[in-house]
Protein backbone atom coordinates (compact mmCIF):
# COMPACT_ATOMS: atom_id res chain seq x y z
CA UNK A 1 0.00 0.00 0.00
CA UNK A 2 1.33 3.47 -1.01
CA UNK A 3 3.00 5.48 2.35
CA UNK A 4 2.95 2.45 4.31
CA UNK A 5 5.64 2.89 7.29
CA UNK A 6 7.32 0.02 7.64
CA UNK A 7 9.32 -1.51 10.80
CA UNK A 8 11.52 -3.30 8.63
CA UNK A 9 12.10 -7.30 8.27
CA UNK A 10 13.52 -8.54 11.28
CA UNK A 11 14.44 -5.58 13.36
CA UNK A 12 10.91 -5.70 15.32
CA UNK A 13 12.65 -6.87 18.25
CA UNK A 14 14.29 -5.18 20.74
CA UNK A 15 12.94 -1.86 19.29
CA UNK A 16 11.80 0.44 22.09
CA UNK A 17 8.04 0.62 21.49
CA UNK A 18 5.15 2.60 22.52
CA UNK A 19 2.27 1.13 25.12
CA UNK A 20 0.17 0.48 22.13
CA UNK A 21 2.49 -1.09 20.42
CA UNK A 22 4.69 0.66 17.17
CA UNK A 23 8.16 2.14 17.31
CA UNK A 24 8.71 4.89 19.74
CA UNK A 25 8.44 8.04 18.05
CA UNK A 26 10.37 10.31 20.57
CA UNK A 27 12.58 8.19 20.34
CA UNK A 28 12.96 8.50 16.73
CA UNK A 29 13.21 11.84 16.99
CA UNK A 30 16.31 12.26 19.26
CA UNK A 31 18.17 9.96 16.78
CA UNK A 32 16.79 12.37 13.68
CA UNK A 33 17.81 15.48 15.77
CA UNK A 34 21.15 14.09 16.34
CA UNK A 35 21.76 13.98 12.85
CA UNK A 36 20.34 16.99 11.50
CA UNK A 37 22.73 18.95 14.67
CA UNK A 38 25.56 17.43 12.96
CA UNK A 39 24.89 18.07 9.17
CA UNK A 40 23.67 21.49 10.58
CA UNK A 41 27.37 22.58 12.13
CA UNK A 42 28.95 21.78 9.57
CA UNK A 43 27.59 24.71 7.35
CA UNK A 44 29.18 27.36 9.39
CA UNK A 45 32.01 25.81 11.63
CA UNK A 46 34.36 26.06 8.91
CA UNK A 47 34.28 29.50 9.02
CA UNK A 48 36.53 30.31 12.01
CA UNK A 49 38.83 27.45 10.75
CA UNK A 50 39.62 28.96 7.24
CA UNK A 51 42.43 31.17 8.56
CA UNK A 52 44.09 27.96 9.67
CA UNK A 53 43.67 26.28 6.67
CA UNK A 54 45.20 29.30 4.30
CA UNK A 55 48.16 29.08 6.88
CA UNK A 56 48.47 24.90 6.63
CA UNK A 57 47.09 24.22 2.98
CA UNK A 58 48.05 26.83 1.41
CA UNK A 59 45.05 27.62 -1.16
CA UNK A 60 44.61 30.22 -3.63
CA UNK A 61 41.70 32.32 -3.71
CA UNK A 62 39.41 30.68 -5.73
CA UNK A 63 40.16 27.30 -4.19
CA UNK A 64 39.39 28.82 -0.74
CA UNK A 65 36.22 29.86 -2.09
CA UNK A 66 35.44 26.33 -3.36
CA UNK A 67 36.51 24.98 0.08
CA UNK A 68 34.24 26.78 1.64
CA UNK A 69 31.25 27.07 -0.37
CA UNK A 70 30.93 23.59 -2.48
CA UNK A 71 29.15 21.61 0.33
CA UNK A 72 26.01 23.81 0.58
CA UNK A 73 26.63 24.36 -3.13
CA UNK A 74 26.17 20.32 -3.27
CA UNK A 75 24.08 19.94 -0.14
CA UNK A 76 21.44 22.49 -1.99
CA UNK A 77 21.70 21.00 -5.38
CA UNK A 78 20.83 17.70 -4.43
CA UNK A 79 18.13 17.59 -2.01
CA UNK A 80 15.43 16.92 -4.35
CA UNK A 81 17.09 14.17 -6.13
CA UNK A 82 17.68 11.93 -2.58
CA UNK A 83 14.68 12.92 -1.06
CA UNK A 84 12.28 12.08 -4.12
CA UNK A 85 15.06 8.69 -4.52
CA UNK A 86 14.40 8.30 -0.60
CA UNK A 87 10.25 8.31 -1.25
CA UNK A 88 11.11 5.09 -3.60
CA UNK A 89 13.41 3.13 -2.49
CA UNK A 90 13.14 3.55 1.13
CA UNK A 91 13.91 6.76 3.13
CA UNK A 92 15.79 4.96 6.26
CA UNK A 93 18.52 3.19 3.94
CA UNK A 94 18.73 7.11 2.07
CA UNK A 95 19.57 7.98 5.31
CA UNK A 96 21.77 5.33 6.58
CA UNK A 97 23.84 5.71 3.37
CA UNK A 98 23.99 9.30 4.15
CA UNK A 99 25.41 8.88 7.55
CA UNK A 100 27.92 6.50 6.35
CA UNK A 101 29.40 8.93 3.37
CA UNK A 102 29.05 11.68 5.59
CA UNK A 103 31.53 10.15 8.32
CA UNK A 104 33.68 8.41 5.63
CA UNK A 105 33.85 12.11 4.00
CA UNK A 106 34.84 13.74 7.51
CA UNK A 107 37.56 11.58 7.61
CA UNK A 108 39.05 12.27 4.54
CA UNK A 109 38.25 16.40 5.16
CA UNK A 110 39.93 16.25 8.41
CA UNK A 111 43.25 14.49 7.37
CA UNK A 112 43.53 16.15 3.93
CA UNK A 113 47.30 16.84 2.45
CA UNK A 114 46.38 19.40 0.32
CA UNK A 115 43.17 22.11 -0.71
CA UNK A 116 42.12 19.79 -3.43
CA UNK A 117 41.40 16.73 -1.39
CA UNK A 118 39.87 18.88 1.45
CA UNK A 119 37.47 20.66 -1.65
CA UNK A 120 36.48 17.09 -2.65
CA UNK A 121 35.90 15.96 0.82
CA UNK A 122 33.56 18.94 1.50
CA UNK A 123 31.93 17.92 -1.84
CA UNK A 124 31.28 14.21 -0.49
CA UNK A 125 29.97 15.51 2.48
CA UNK A 126 27.32 18.10 0.51
CA UNK A 127 26.88 14.39 -0.70
CA UNK A 128 25.89 12.85 2.62
CA UNK A 129 24.23 15.93 3.89
CA UNK A 130 21.46 16.33 1.06
CA UNK A 131 21.09 12.35 1.99
CA UNK A 132 20.20 13.28 5.34
CA UNK A 133 18.42 16.21 5.86
CA UNK A 134 15.22 15.63 3.57
CA UNK A 135 15.11 12.03 5.45
CA UNK A 136 14.88 13.12 8.53
CA UNK A 137 11.98 15.43 8.13
CA UNK A 138 10.32 13.00 6.11
CA UNK A 139 10.67 10.18 8.55
CA UNK A 140 9.37 12.22 10.97
CA UNK A 141 6.37 13.51 9.02
CA UNK A 142 5.62 9.63 9.02
CA UNK A 143 6.34 8.74 12.14
CA UNK A 144 4.38 11.44 13.79
CA UNK A 145 0.69 10.75 11.76
CA UNK A 146 -0.93 13.05 14.38
CA UNK A 147 -0.74 16.60 13.81
CA UNK A 148 -0.35 18.09 17.36
CA UNK A 149 2.56 15.31 18.35
CA UNK A 150 3.82 16.39 14.40
CA UNK A 151 4.15 19.95 15.52
CA UNK A 152 5.85 19.09 18.78
CA UNK A 153 8.34 17.23 16.82
CA UNK A 154 8.58 19.86 14.05
CA UNK A 155 9.29 22.41 16.56
CA UNK A 156 12.26 20.07 17.92
CA UNK A 157 13.35 19.58 14.83
CA UNK A 158 13.55 22.96 13.28
CA UNK A 159 15.16 24.46 16.80
CA UNK A 160 18.09 21.93 16.83
CA UNK A 161 18.64 22.95 12.93
CA UNK A 162 19.02 26.53 14.11
CA UNK A 163 21.28 25.51 17.22
CA UNK A 164 23.09 23.12 14.78
CA UNK A 165 24.24 26.67 12.62
CA UNK A 166 24.46 28.98 15.44
CA UNK A 167 26.83 26.98 17.49
CA UNK A 168 28.88 25.99 14.09
CA UNK A 169 31.46 28.99 14.76
CA UNK A 170 31.27 28.65 18.67
CA UNK A 171 32.36 25.27 18.82
CA UNK A 172 34.61 25.32 15.53
CA UNK A 173 36.29 28.80 17.93
CA UNK A 174 36.81 26.30 20.66
CA UNK A 175 38.56 23.36 18.41
CA UNK A 176 40.64 25.65 16.84
CA UNK A 177 41.76 27.32 19.43
CA UNK A 178 42.55 24.11 21.26
CA UNK A 179 43.42 21.35 18.59
CA UNK A 180 44.14 22.06 14.78
CA UNK A 181 41.84 22.77 11.98
CA UNK A 182 41.20 19.19 11.42
CA UNK A 183 39.36 18.78 13.90
CA UNK A 184 35.78 20.41 13.19
CA UNK A 185 35.57 17.32 11.37
CA UNK A 186 36.96 14.90 13.49
CA UNK A 187 34.35 15.19 15.57
CA UNK A 188 32.06 14.01 12.73
CA UNK A 189 33.52 10.52 12.88
CA UNK A 190 32.38 8.91 15.91
CA UNK A 191 28.44 10.28 16.03
CA UNK A 192 28.36 9.26 12.22
CA UNK A 193 29.00 5.37 13.19
CA UNK A 194 26.96 5.58 16.21
CA UNK A 195 24.13 6.69 14.48
CA UNK A 196 24.47 3.73 12.04
CA UNK A 197 24.56 1.54 14.54
CA UNK A 198 21.65 3.05 16.48
CA UNK A 199 19.99 4.28 12.72
CA UNK A 200 19.58 0.80 11.44
CA UNK A 201 18.43 -0.99 15.13
CA UNK A 202 15.47 1.65 15.60
CA UNK A 203 14.56 3.81 12.74
CA UNK A 204 11.69 2.36 10.94
CA UNK A 205 11.68 2.03 7.05
CA UNK A 206 9.13 3.98 5.05
CA UNK A 207 8.09 4.93 1.21
CA UNK A 208 5.87 6.46 -0.76
CA UNK A 209 4.09 5.38 -4.26
CA UNK A 210 6.31 2.72 -6.42
CA UNK A 211 3.94 3.05 -9.57
CA UNK A 212 6.18 4.01 -12.32
CA UNK A 213 9.80 4.22 -12.75
CA UNK A 214 11.85 7.05 -11.01
CA UNK A 215 12.74 10.12 -13.19
CA UNK A 216 16.11 9.88 -12.84
CA UNK A 217 16.30 12.75 -15.78
CA UNK A 218 13.81 14.72 -13.70
CA UNK A 219 16.01 14.44 -10.95
CA UNK A 220 19.45 15.30 -12.85
CA UNK A 221 18.08 18.28 -14.46
CA UNK A 222 16.41 19.41 -11.51
CA UNK A 223 19.74 19.30 -9.26
CA UNK A 224 21.68 21.19 -12.36
CA UNK A 225 18.71 23.61 -11.87
CA UNK A 226 19.54 24.83 -8.34
CA UNK A 227 23.33 24.28 -8.34
CA UNK A 228 23.14 27.21 -11.08
CA UNK A 229 20.92 29.41 -9.42
CA UNK A 230 22.91 28.90 -5.94
CA UNK A 231 26.16 29.40 -8.09
CA UNK A 232 25.32 32.43 -9.29
CA UNK A 233 23.61 34.14 -5.86
CA UNK A 234 26.68 32.88 -4.30
CA UNK A 235 29.01 34.71 -6.62
CA UNK A 236 27.14 37.62 -6.52
CA UNK A 237 27.18 37.25 -2.54
CA UNK A 238 31.18 36.96 -2.73
CA UNK A 239 31.30 39.77 -4.64
CA UNK A 240 31.02 39.13 -8.32
CA UNK A 241 29.64 41.65 -10.94
CA UNK A 242 25.83 41.68 -10.60
CA UNK A 243 25.73 41.08 -14.82
CA UNK A 244 28.84 38.62 -15.98
CA UNK A 245 29.49 35.32 -16.90
CA UNK A 246 30.41 34.19 -13.70
CA UNK A 247 26.45 34.98 -12.35
CA UNK A 248 24.45 36.02 -14.36
CA UNK A 249 24.94 32.37 -17.28
CA UNK A 250 24.78 30.34 -13.69
CA UNK A 251 21.38 31.81 -13.20
CA UNK A 252 20.02 31.61 -16.40
CA UNK A 253 20.86 28.11 -17.15
CA UNK A 254 19.29 27.18 -13.64
CA UNK A 255 15.95 29.07 -14.05
CA UNK A 256 15.59 27.48 -17.64
CA UNK A 257 16.74 24.47 -16.62
CA UNK A 258 14.02 24.70 -13.48
CA UNK A 259 11.39 25.54 -15.95
CA UNK A 260 12.11 22.27 -17.99
CA UNK A 261 12.05 20.39 -14.77
CA UNK A 262 8.61 22.15 -13.99
CA UNK A 263 6.70 21.41 -17.47
CA UNK A 264 8.25 17.38 -17.28
CA UNK A 265 6.64 17.17 -14.18
CA UNK A 266 3.24 17.73 -14.99
CA UNK A 267 3.74 16.04 -18.15
CA UNK A 268 4.62 12.89 -16.33
CA UNK A 269 1.79 10.41 -15.20
CA UNK A 270 4.06 9.47 -12.36
CA UNK A 271 6.32 12.96 -11.45
CA UNK A 272 9.28 13.34 -9.18
CA UNK A 273 7.18 15.96 -7.12
CA UNK A 274 3.13 16.45 -8.05
CA UNK A 275 3.38 20.34 -8.84
CA UNK A 276 -0.71 20.48 -8.32
CA UNK A 277 0.71 20.99 -4.37
CA UNK A 278 2.02 24.51 -5.24
CA UNK A 279 -1.59 25.35 -5.74
CA UNK A 280 -2.94 24.48 -2.48
CA UNK A 281 -2.35 27.84 -0.87
CA UNK A 282 -1.05 26.64 2.44
CA UNK A 283 1.81 24.53 0.56
CA UNK A 284 3.11 27.08 -1.85
CA UNK A 285 2.99 29.86 0.89
CA UNK A 286 4.90 28.23 3.49
CA UNK A 287 7.32 27.94 0.66
CA UNK A 288 7.56 31.49 0.19
CA UNK A 289 7.57 32.20 3.62
CA UNK A 290 10.91 29.73 4.21
CA UNK A 291 12.46 31.85 1.38
CA UNK A 292 11.63 35.08 2.49
CA UNK A 293 12.64 34.42 6.12
CA UNK A 294 16.01 33.39 5.37
CA UNK A 295 16.70 35.63 2.55
CA UNK A 296 15.85 38.56 4.65
CA UNK A 297 18.12 36.79 7.70
CA UNK A 298 20.95 34.87 6.52
CA UNK A 299 22.91 37.54 4.60
CA UNK A 300 22.03 39.80 7.66
CA UNK A 301 23.40 37.20 10.34
CA UNK A 302 26.72 37.14 8.18
CA UNK A 303 26.94 40.90 8.61
CA UNK A 304 26.30 40.68 12.29
CA UNK A 305 29.35 38.63 12.62
CA UNK A 306 31.65 41.09 10.87
CA UNK A 307 30.16 43.94 12.91
CA UNK A 308 31.02 41.88 15.88
CA UNK A 309 34.45 40.90 14.95
CA UNK A 310 36.00 43.60 12.97
CA UNK A 311 33.94 46.78 14.63
CA UNK A 312 33.36 45.60 17.92
CA UNK A 313 36.74 43.49 18.06
CA UNK A 314 35.65 40.59 19.11
CA UNK A 315 37.39 37.12 18.96
CA UNK A 316 35.64 34.54 16.58
CA UNK A 317 34.74 32.35 20.02
CA UNK A 318 33.51 35.44 21.67
CA UNK A 319 31.22 36.48 18.32
CA UNK A 320 29.84 32.83 18.83
CA UNK A 321 29.19 33.29 22.43
CA UNK A 322 27.61 36.78 21.54
CA UNK A 323 25.15 34.89 19.36
CA UNK A 324 24.14 32.42 22.10
CA UNK A 325 21.00 34.45 23.29
CA UNK A 326 19.71 34.39 19.37
CA UNK A 327 20.34 30.29 19.78
CA UNK A 328 18.48 30.02 23.32
CA UNK A 329 15.38 32.11 21.88
CA UNK A 330 14.90 29.95 18.67
CA UNK A 331 15.57 27.09 20.82
CA UNK A 332 12.32 28.06 22.76
CA UNK A 333 10.53 28.69 20.22
CA UNK A 334 10.40 25.62 18.77
CA UNK A 335 10.09 24.07 22.00
CA UNK A 336 6.81 26.19 22.89
CA UNK A 337 6.13 26.17 18.80
CA UNK A 338 3.22 23.34 19.26
CA UNK A 339 1.29 25.39 21.91
CA UNK A 340 1.62 28.67 20.22
CA UNK A 341 0.37 27.29 16.76
CA UNK A 342 -3.15 25.84 19.05
CA UNK A 343 -3.39 28.85 20.12
CA UNK A 344 -2.75 31.33 17.67
CA UNK A 345 -3.17 28.87 14.19
CA UNK A 346 -0.52 28.61 11.28
CA UNK A 347 -1.52 32.48 10.30
CA UNK A 348 -1.50 34.41 12.72
CA UNK A 349 1.92 32.66 13.88
CA UNK A 350 4.12 32.57 10.98
CA UNK A 351 2.53 36.60 10.56
CA UNK A 352 3.26 37.26 14.50
CA UNK A 353 6.80 35.72 13.86
CA UNK A 354 7.67 38.36 10.83
CA UNK A 355 6.31 41.25 12.43
CA UNK A 356 8.20 40.25 15.47
CA UNK A 357 11.68 39.92 13.93
CA UNK A 358 11.59 42.65 12.30
CA UNK A 359 11.34 44.95 15.18
CA UNK A 360 13.83 43.34 16.57
CA UNK A 361 15.81 44.06 13.20
CA UNK A 362 14.58 47.45 13.47
CA UNK A 363 15.79 47.84 17.07
CA UNK A 364 18.99 46.91 16.25
CA UNK A 365 19.83 49.83 14.42
CA UNK A 366 20.37 51.62 17.15
CA UNK A 367 23.81 49.88 17.10
CA UNK A 368 26.90 51.91 16.91
CA UNK A 369 30.41 51.58 16.64
CA UNK A 370 30.33 51.62 20.49
CA UNK A 371 29.35 47.93 22.30
CA UNK A 372 26.18 47.69 23.78
CA UNK A 373 25.90 44.12 24.64
CA UNK A 374 22.07 44.56 26.69
CA UNK A 375 20.67 46.18 23.36
CA UNK A 376 22.60 43.36 21.04
CA UNK A 377 21.51 40.40 23.38
CA UNK A 378 18.08 41.55 23.67
CA UNK A 379 17.73 41.76 20.06
CA UNK A 380 19.22 38.98 19.15
CA UNK A 381 16.53 37.19 21.85
CA UNK A 382 13.52 38.39 19.83
CA UNK A 383 14.89 37.88 16.47
CA UNK A 384 15.66 34.14 17.79
CA UNK A 385 12.21 33.89 18.77
CA UNK A 386 10.42 35.72 15.46
CA UNK A 387 12.51 33.70 13.24
CA UNK A 388 12.09 30.73 14.24
CA UNK A 389 8.49 30.99 14.81
CA UNK A 390 7.97 31.98 11.25
CA UNK A 391 10.13 29.02 10.18
CA UNK A 392 8.31 26.33 12.57
CA UNK A 393 4.99 27.21 11.42
CA UNK A 394 5.61 27.63 7.82
CA UNK A 395 7.71 23.91 8.02
CA UNK A 396 4.52 22.23 9.76
CA UNK A 397 2.40 23.88 7.60
CA UNK A 398 3.88 22.91 4.21
CA UNK A 399 4.43 19.20 5.72
CA UNK A 400 0.74 18.76 6.71
CA UNK A 401 -0.21 19.95 3.72
CA UNK A 402 1.66 17.48 1.39
CA UNK A 403 0.15 13.75 0.94
CA UNK A 404 2.16 11.35 3.03
CA UNK A 405 3.58 9.42 0.27
CA UNK A 406 5.58 12.26 -0.87
CA UNK A 407 6.44 13.26 2.25
CA UNK A 408 10.28 13.09 0.94
CA UNK A 409 9.63 15.58 -2.25
CA UNK A 410 7.76 18.10 0.25
CA UNK A 411 10.97 17.91 3.13
CA UNK A 412 13.44 18.15 -0.32
CA UNK A 413 11.21 21.56 -1.60
CA UNK A 414 10.74 23.00 1.63
CA UNK A 415 14.87 22.51 2.46
CA UNK A 416 15.85 23.72 -1.00
CA UNK A 417 13.99 26.29 -0.53
CA UNK A 418 15.65 27.27 2.41
CA UNK A 419 19.00 26.94 0.94
CA UNK A 420 17.65 29.20 -1.61
CA UNK A 421 16.47 31.55 0.50
CA UNK A 422 20.03 31.66 2.55
CA UNK A 423 21.71 32.28 -1.13
CA UNK A 424 19.53 34.56 -2.52
CA UNK A 425 19.76 36.88 0.83
CA UNK A 426 23.42 36.72 1.42
CA UNK A 427 23.71 37.91 -1.94
CA UNK A 428 20.73 40.36 -2.22
CA UNK A 429 21.38 41.97 1.43
CA UNK A 430 25.01 41.80 0.81
CA UNK A 431 24.97 43.96 -2.32
CA UNK A 432 22.69 46.52 -0.53
CA UNK A 433 25.31 46.24 2.29
CA UNK A 434 28.28 47.14 -0.40
CA UNK A 435 26.49 50.23 -2.35
CA UNK A 436 25.45 51.71 1.57
CA UNK A 437 29.71 51.33 2.87
CA UNK A 438 31.32 52.42 -0.25
CA UNK A 439 30.20 56.19 -0.57
CA UNK A 440 31.68 57.07 3.04
CA UNK A 441 35.07 56.19 1.80
CA UNK A 442 35.18 57.99 -1.65
CA UNK A 443 36.94 60.75 -0.02
CA UNK A 444 39.34 60.70 3.34
CA UNK A 445 41.74 63.69 4.40
CA UNK A 446 44.59 62.54 4.57
CA UNK A 447 44.07 58.94 2.43
CA UNK A 448 45.55 58.95 -1.46
CA UNK A 449 42.23 58.19 -3.43
CA UNK A 450 43.56 55.08 -4.73
CA UNK A 451 44.21 53.78 -1.14
CA UNK A 452 40.16 54.81 -0.20
CA UNK A 453 38.79 52.98 -3.49
CA UNK A 454 40.40 49.83 -2.43
CA UNK A 455 39.28 50.35 1.33
CA UNK A 456 35.58 50.97 -0.22
CA UNK A 457 35.32 47.02 -1.38
CA UNK A 458 35.18 45.91 2.38
CA UNK A 459 36.01 46.72 5.94
CA UNK A 460 38.35 43.78 6.34
CA UNK A 461 39.93 45.47 3.17
CA UNK A 462 39.85 48.69 4.58
CA UNK A 463 41.95 47.32 7.49
CA UNK A 464 44.44 46.11 5.77
CA UNK A 465 45.62 49.22 3.64
CA UNK A 466 44.84 51.12 6.55
CA UNK A 467 48.10 49.32 7.87
CA UNK A 468 50.09 50.59 5.51
CA UNK A 469 49.35 54.45 6.08
CA UNK A 470 51.00 56.68 8.55
CA UNK A 471 49.42 57.06 11.80
CA UNK A 472 47.21 59.76 11.20
CA UNK A 473 45.95 58.65 8.00
CA UNK A 474 45.51 54.87 9.28
CA UNK A 475 43.51 56.57 11.85
CA UNK A 476 41.22 58.89 9.81
CA UNK A 477 40.86 55.57 7.10
CA UNK A 478 39.65 53.08 10.09
CA UNK A 479 37.58 55.37 11.56
CA UNK A 480 36.00 56.49 8.25
CA UNK A 481 35.79 52.60 7.27
CA UNK A 482 34.68 52.14 10.75
CA UNK A 483 31.56 54.48 10.55
CA UNK A 484 30.72 54.16 6.86
CA UNK A 485 29.76 49.94 7.71
CA UNK A 486 27.81 51.14 10.99
CA UNK A 487 25.97 53.22 8.68
CA UNK A 488 25.58 50.56 5.53
CA UNK A 489 24.57 47.85 8.68
CA UNK A 490 21.68 50.16 9.48
CA UNK A 491 20.19 50.77 5.79
CA UNK A 492 20.32 46.87 5.92
CA UNK A 493 18.93 46.29 8.72
CA UNK A 494 15.97 48.61 7.65
CA UNK A 495 16.21 46.42 4.25
CA UNK A 496 15.44 43.49 5.87
CA UNK A 497 12.72 44.88 7.84
CA UNK A 498 10.67 45.80 4.49
CA UNK A 499 11.50 42.32 3.37
CA UNK A 500 10.15 40.75 6.74
CA UNK A 501 7.30 42.82 6.50
CA UNK A 502 6.02 41.68 3.04
CA UNK A 503 6.78 37.74 4.32
CA UNK A 504 4.22 38.82 7.09
CA UNK A 505 1.57 39.97 4.22
CA UNK A 506 2.49 36.52 2.16
CA UNK A 507 1.44 34.57 5.32
CA UNK A 508 -1.98 35.86 5.48
CA UNK A 509 -2.82 33.31 2.67
CA UNK A 510 -2.05 30.40 5.22
CA UNK A 511 -5.01 29.07 6.99
CA UNK A 512 -6.78 30.61 9.89
CA UNK A 513 -6.30 27.67 12.10
CA UNK A 514 -4.72 24.74 12.69
CA UNK A 515 -7.21 21.88 11.76
CA UNK A 516 -7.75 19.21 14.58
CA UNK A 517 -6.28 16.30 13.01
CA UNK A 518 -7.76 12.83 11.51
CA UNK A 519 -4.36 11.86 10.35
CA UNK A 520 -4.69 8.31 12.22
CA UNK A 521 -2.46 5.24 11.58
CA UNK A 522 -4.04 2.60 9.94
CA UNK A 523 -3.33 0.43 11.41
CA UNK A 524 -6.06 -2.29 10.25
CA UNK A 525 -4.56 -1.31 6.56
CA UNK A 526 -0.57 0.04 6.98
CA UNK A 527 1.08 -2.94 7.82
CA UNK A 528 4.43 -3.62 8.78
CA UNK A 529 6.59 -5.76 6.98
CA UNK A 530 6.91 -8.63 9.53
CA UNK A 531 4.81 -7.57 12.22
CA UNK A 532 1.03 -8.16 12.60
CA UNK A 533 -1.62 -6.03 11.54
CA UNK A 534 -2.19 -2.45 13.88
CA UNK A 535 1.07 -2.76 15.50
CA UNK A 536 2.75 0.27 14.32
CA UNK A 537 0.40 3.17 15.37
CA UNK A 538 2.45 6.38 15.34
CA UNK A 539 4.39 4.44 12.25
CA UNK A 540 0.87 3.52 9.74
CA UNK A 541 -0.24 5.36 7.11
CA UNK A 542 -1.61 8.66 7.95
CA UNK A 543 -4.61 10.00 6.04
CA UNK A 544 -4.03 12.82 3.57
CA UNK A 545 -2.59 16.15 4.88
CA UNK A 546 -5.44 18.45 5.36
CA UNK A 547 -8.19 16.17 5.24
CA UNK A 548 -9.20 17.93 8.47
CA UNK A 549 -8.93 21.63 7.96
Same mark, same amino acid.
Given at each position: ??????????????????????? &????????????????????????????????? /????????????????????????????????????????????????????????????????????????????????????????????????????????????? @?????????????????????? &????? #?????????????????? &???????????????? /??????????????????????????????????????????????????????????????????????????????????????????? $??????????????? @??????????? /????????? =????????????????????????????????????????????????????????????? =???????? #???????? =???? &? #?????????????? @??????? @???? =??????????? $?????????? #?????????????????????????????????????? $???????????????????????????????
Amino acid at each position: MSGTTTSGKGRTAGVPRLPGGGV &NRWTVLIVLCVSLLFVALDTTILYVAVPSVTED /LRPGPVELLWIVDIYPLIAASLLILFGTLGDRVGRRRILLLGYGLFGLASAVAALAPNPQILMTARALLGIGGAMIMPATLSILRQVFPDRRERAVAIGVWSAVAAVGA @AVGPVLGGFLVENFWWGSVFLI &NIPMM #AAMLLIGRWLLPESRGER &NGPWDVIGAIVAALGV /LGVVLGVKRIGSGAALVGPTTLLPIALGVALLLLFVRRQRRRTHPLIDMRLFARPAFGTSVGCIVLAMLALVGLQLIAVQYLQLVLGLSPL $ETGLRMLPLVFAAMA @AGLTGSKLLQA /LGPRAMVSF =GFVLTAAAVLCLTAMTSHDRPWLLSGGFVLLGFGFQSTLFGAYESMLSEAPAEQSGGAAAI =GETSYQLG #AGIGVALL =GSVM &N #AAYAPGLTHVDGVP @AKTSASA @AHSL =GEAYKVAAGLG $ESAKEALRIA #ARDSFVRGLHITLVASAVLLLVGAGIALRLPRRAAEST $ERAEGDTGTAEGAPAGAGRGTGEPAPAGSGR
